[in-house]
């Protein structure tokens, strides 16, 4: 059997189906017996340390844990599975407060229902990176089905993950404040898009005193169809539409939603035009860091990371308060791994670390995005505002008067644009010179050729706007990011916004320009 599947972001994700190329239980144990065999190589100690083992609700995720449980049990590894689906970063936490020489998630995250998929962790609750996942890879890529070695009937069963766990992982959420507030918090709005993050959430609004909780009921449990969503991204507002309809039906002025395995988080807040509006990640990234930074007692050692694409508002936060901020490229196996070892080379420490696609690490849980551990931050942060009267949107034009106004825009080729000129625009972007596109004075900086090699190319021009542009790590489409920083004179928010705007048209015409000009020879 010839496996041909791809290892992408941290594992593997593909259609459910029969074929070699997609997920079904004999390419999933080949993809157990590739990072089984790895590790227990690799890795001293790696079976008594073990294996931690999860799931979420899409189809047949369940009998696919199992199939890994197996083979993992096979290998003579310790294993430590959870019985029902879970959200990813409890798994994530589980893996490193166990110290396992491995994590395994059967999930695909957002995509479509009919796909499926493998997250691996490595030690500590890490995503697995370079030189690793060539190394399973090209392991996988040379599966033999009859070096599966055969199930030991005397092994001892595996440990059941459950309510101690879940119960150490919200005790650590917890402990991210050190000191609560005891003020009530508004009415709030929850979507889990009929994934699992619902019944751990319900525990977590409990804890954090959250007493008026309107959950999106058709939404609210585990369902492999996601209820007819072809897309559960919260990224995309169709997503959302459940959500703000409900929050508007009753009234609320903030909800949140979990994309099915609970890992990001979007956040809708009563915008002052009377309508619902979503806060970017760049947004919400900037509030959770800041609010943190306020929290941090140590802030001289603070490390805040974020990607190359992201915005630039939690960077001036972060130097205004003292503490050190660095930028990686995309995926939260590039932040943990430049977090950790800042962490061992300059005696820093992780605070936060987010992209703009939605998610947020903490240092302290794993080193991966965590959507539960976000909410719970983002309460507290709520529940002192409202006792002052303010709200999210409040608390963001605070940063902006303090450090400038900051906007961004994304655009996806084709989606957006030309579906044509897709496969062709970054090379264009590549051919032209930057002063050409942004005007005088105009950098570029291609990221193929630093020393973490990766496909983006950064634009900047000297008023401080920045046109970033890769492919999609887990879509055929090109994504682009438009970038501005105002500076707001006289506490002029509303004249700030306007520039803003006119510059982010400008930067978008350029792109449409070029991406509907002739191709180049």
């Known amino acids: 059997m010839t496996i041909r599947l791809a290892f992408g972001t941290a594992g593997i994700r593909a259609t459910l189906g029969p074929a070699d190329d997609q997920i079904n239980p004999g390419t999933v144990a080949a993809i157990a017996h590739a990072l089984a065999s790895y590790v227990g190589e690799r890795f001293a100690g790696a079976r008594g340390r073990g294996f931690c083992i999860g799931f979420d609700g899409r189809t047949d995720s369940a009998l696919l844990a199992q199939k890994i449980v197996e083979v993992a049990q096979a290998h003579g590894f310790r294993v430590r599975a959870f019985e029902l689906p879970v959200p990813t970063p409890l798994l994530a936490f589980c893996t490193r407060y166990y110290d396992s020489a491995a994590g395994v998630m059967v999930t695909a995250s957002?995509?479509?229902?009919?796909?499926?998929?493998?997250?691996?962790?490595?030690?500590?609750?890490?995503?697995?990176?370079?030189?690793?996942?060539?190394e399973i890879a090209a392991r996988l890529q040379a599966f033999d089905a009859?070096?599966?070695?055969?199930?030991?009937?005397?092994?001892?069963?595996?440990?059941?993950?459950g309510e101690s766990e879940l119960e150490a992982y919200l005790a650590a959420i917890e402990r991210l404040l050190e000191v609560p507030s005891s003020a009530p918090l508004p009415r709030l709005a929850y979507s889990a898009l009929c994934g699992v993050g619902s019944a751990v959430t319900r525990r977590l609004f409990v804890r954090a005193g959250a007493r008026d909780v309107l959950e999106v009921a058709a939404q609210a449990e585990p369902r492999s169809d996601f209820g007819g969503l072809a897309s559960p991204n919260p990224e995309h507002e169709e997503a959302l539409a459940e959500l703000l309809r409900t929050a508007d039906e009753a009234r609320i002025d903030l909800g949140f939603a979990h994309d099915p395995d609970a890992d990001r988080l979007a956040v809708v807040v009563r915008a002052r035009?009377?309508?619902?509006?979503?806060?970017?990640?760049?947004e919400v990234g900037a509030l959770i860091g800041s609010f943190l930074l306020e929290e941090c007692r140590a802030k001289e050692r603070a490390l805040l990371v974020s990607t190359l694409v992201s915005g630039a508002l939690l960077e001036y936060v972060a130097r205004a308060h003292g503490a050190r901020f660095e930028r990686t490229p995309t995926g939260f196996k590039w932040i943990a791994a430049r977090a950790r070892a800042l962490e061992q080379e300059a005696g820093l420490?992780?605070?936060f670390g987010y992209e703009e696609a939605i998610g947020y690490a903490f240092g302290s849980m794993a080193d991966d995005k965590d959507g539960i551990a976000a909410l719970y931050v983002l309460l507290e942060l709520v529940r002192r505002l409202h006792a002052e009267r303010r709200t999210l949107l409040d608390e963001l034009d605070t940063l902006f008067l303090r450090h400038g106004l900051f906007?961004?825009?994304?655009?996806s080729v084709p989606r957006s644009l030309?579906?044509?000129?897709?496969?062709?625009?970054?090379?264009?972007?590549?051919?032209v010179a930057a002063d050409a596109l942004?005007?005088?004075g105009a950098t570029m900086v291609d990221y193929r050729l630093a020393e973490q090699a990766t496909d983006l190319l950064v634009l900047s021009a000297p008023d401080g706007s920045r046109l970033c542009a890769r492919p999609s790590g887990t879509e055929p489409k090109l994504k682009l990011y438009l970038h501005t920083r105002v500076e707001v004179a006289d506490g002029d928010l509303q004249r700030a916004r306007s520039v803003a705007?006119?510059?982010?048209?400008?930067?978008?015409?350029?792109?449409?320009?070029?991406?509907?000009?002739a191709p180049a020879s």
């Open 418 to 431: 030309d579906a044509s000129a897709g496969p062709q625009l970054l090379e264009r972007l590549r051919e």
């Open 501 to 517: 705007a006119e510059r982010l048209d400008a930067l978008q015409a350029c792109v449409q320009a070029l991406s509907s000009a």
């Open 146 to 161: 009859r070096e599966l070695p055969a199930a030991d009937p005397a092994a001892v069963a595996y440990e059941r993950l």
């Open 349 to 351: 420490s992780f605070l």
């Open 273 to 282: 035009d009377g309508r619902l509006r979503t806060l970017t990640g760049d």
């Open 110 to 134: 957002h995509n479509p229902p009919h796909e499926n998929g493998v997250k691996i962790y490595l030690s500590g609750g890490a995503q697995l990176s370079a030189p690793h996942d060539r």
């Open 407 to 411: 906007a961004t825009r994304q655009l």
């Open 438 to 440: 942004l005007g005088p």
